[in-house]
């Protein structure tokens, strides 16, 4: 048996190495670096847990894992306790004689794996502590997880991660493995040169969950259709509902308990002991709703979830995908199941818009924003999408709504053709910007207060879309807008109110010259024709 497997069946426990498991796992144990991109739930831990297992036991001491999620490190540590190995961490939960006594453990040889958060590993101190066990060879490896915080475009951003080149500039003959969960190539390039990875093997695994059966929906009544969804397929089964807003967040748990399903609120705003028990019992007890803001999920390893459902969208396929791949981790059949509208949009744009960031990266927010719509909007397979995103090439799943009942397609172009002509002769006739919905009421031809104000109504394109219902037009909108072939921004009037309006973008031309189908779900136009009711 070789080492590798040995520690696996004698110290884990299982069977059989996961998928390039093995493979990183025997490149390292040899004192390889390695670069390693696997999803979520794929099994990264023992791709450094392993070789620092076996090394030590061939006499080479210590392996360092920098993370920066402290309840992470306290997981790991706790799981590798109980499994007999030697481990601890040093970060800022400690008072000062425990940290004392971790070093004192260090420097005896008396730890397998010791974490610690970047912003500690960069310190004199802690230096000082490597350089000792360096001159004694007993530096082992260093494992550096969540690889993409040195990247700046990442979501997860931490200066400190810059910093650790130094890990090789002063330990050059250490190994090192990265790893990360995030995969696009900009990422990739950013954690290879700010981590000076350039001659790591890097293992990179297919992003595909294939167990997860990817679903989205257009929002209606977003908790009828949650509840609906709940009752009919996952009625005591454990799952995570994530919202938008911690208000929001606190609605919905609520209407899940009113409708008899076992749901906890989580999000940052609750206090911490609340916090706490609500993810202890959605860890501990079976068929557990966890309500929650993205606050919840980071480091939270339960391998029965059997479903993920956004009741609002995400901002961008990165969160998405994140998201959803909390389900399953058992690798049996689980869902991921949301829900989204033109207001999701309109909020997310919002966001962007009024969040401090330098244009240029607002503008690649956007772009990732209409990416994600892109996908919501989808017509063919969800998961040949998604892997599309992260690089990867694949045929249709079998697995995802699309594939199992092929939507009927409408054609929008006409429509389209309509709404974009009004915006242009609204902007020609006023000069001035509208919201949508008045462009709506344009195009639908109602002459309202306000389109009679402006005379709209005189218009060469008022009521040219009359046979179009509302829901029709703005889904035709959404697709626009995911396409790129209309833009939304937000004005400010005098008075100070703000609200979003629609611009042409050189996206636009083709589709009013014709040249650029628009194609949408014919749900959509079912769903239109049918009467609307309104509370009175
Ligand atoms: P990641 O960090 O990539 O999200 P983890 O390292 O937390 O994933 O692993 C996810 C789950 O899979 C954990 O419960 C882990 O114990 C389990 N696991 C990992 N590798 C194996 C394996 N070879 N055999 C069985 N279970 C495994
Ligand atoms: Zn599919």
């Not at 033109?342 to 772009?367: C, T």
Request: glycine fraction near 10%.
């Amino acid at each position: 048996m070789s080492p590798a497997h040995f520690v696996l069946h004698d110290v884990f426990g299982y069977e059989q190495f996961r998928g390039p498991q093995q493979a990183i796992i025997e490149h390292v144990i040899a004192g390889g670096d390695a670069l390693v991109l696997m999803p979520t739930g794929g099994g990264k831990s023992l791709c450094y847990q392993v070789p620092a297992i076996a090394r030590r036991d061939a006499g080479r001491g210590v392996t360092v894992v920098v993370s920066p999620l402290i309840a992470l490190m306290h997981d790991q540590v706790g799981a590798l306790h109980e499994a007999g190995v030697e481990a601890a961490f040093l970060n800022s939960t400690l008072d000062w004689p425990q940290t004392l006594e971790v070093e004192r453990r260090l420097s005896r040889g008396e730890i397998t794996l010791l974490y610690a958060a970047p912003e500690r590993v960069t310190t004199e101190r802690f230096i000082g502590l490597l350089d000792d066990l360096h001159a004694r060879g007993q530096l082992s490896l260093f494992a550096i997880d969540e690889a993409h915080c040195v990247s700046q475009w990442g979501h997860d951003f931490r200066p400190e991660y810059r910093q650790l080149s130094i890990l090789h500039e002063r330990y050059a003959g250490v190994p090192r493995i990265a790893l990360t969960a995030t995969a696009d190539e900009l990422t990739r390039a950013d954690i290879v040169q700010g981590l000076q990875l350039q001659d790591a093997r890097q293992f990179v695994s297919s992003f595909d969950r294939p167990n997860i059966r990817y679903r989205i929906e257009e929002k209606k009544e977003p908790l009828a259709q949650l509840l609906r969804f709940i009752t009919r397929e996952h009625l005591g089964d454990a799952g995570v509902v994530y919202c938008q807003s911690r208000r929001r967040v606190e609605e919905m748990a609520q209407a899940l308990q009113d409708g008899g399903i076992n749901a906890l609120p989580y999000h940052a705003g609750l206090p911490a002991d609340m916090r706490q028990a609500h993810q202890d019992r959605f860890l501990r007890e079976d068929g557990i709703v966890m309500v929650a803001t993205i606050a919840f999920g980071m480091g939270i390893d339960k391998p029965d979830v059997r479903f993920v459902a956004h009741v609002d969208m995400p901002k961008n396929i990165e969160g998405y995908y994140q998201e959803t791949g909390r389900a399953g981790r058992d690798g049996l059949p689980a869902d991921a199941w949301m829900v989204y509208g033109l207001q999701d949009v309109v909020n997310q744009r919002r966001m962007i818009d009024e969040g401090d960031a330098a244009e240029e990266f607002k503008a690649v927010l956007r772009g990732k924003l209409d990416a994600l719509l892109a996908l919501a909007e989808a017509t063919d397979c969800r998961r040949v999408r998604l892997l599309h995103y992260f690089g990867e090439q694949s045929q249709p799943c079998g697995n995802c709504d699309n594939c199992l009942n092929p939507p009927a397609v409408w054609d929008g172009t006409d429509a389209a053709r309509k709404l974009l002509s009004t915006i242009y002769r609204v902007h020609e006739a006023s000069g001035l910007t509208f919201g949508v919905g008045h462009l709506m009421d344009i195009v639908r031809g109602k002459p309202t207060d306000k389109v009679r104000q402006f005379g709209h109504d005189g218009l060469s394109t008022f009521g040219l879309g009359k046979d179009y219902h509302e829901a029709q037009l703005r889904g035709v909108l959404r697709q626009l807008l995911a396409v790129g072939a209309v833009g939304l921004h937000k004005v400010t009037t005098d008075a100070g109110h703000s609200f979003d309006t629609l611009a042409l973008t050189p996206g636009s031309r083709p589709v009013l010259r014709g040249e650029q189908q628009v194609l949408l779900r014919e749900a959509t136009a079912k769903a239109a024709s049918k009467p609307k009711r309104r509370a009175a």
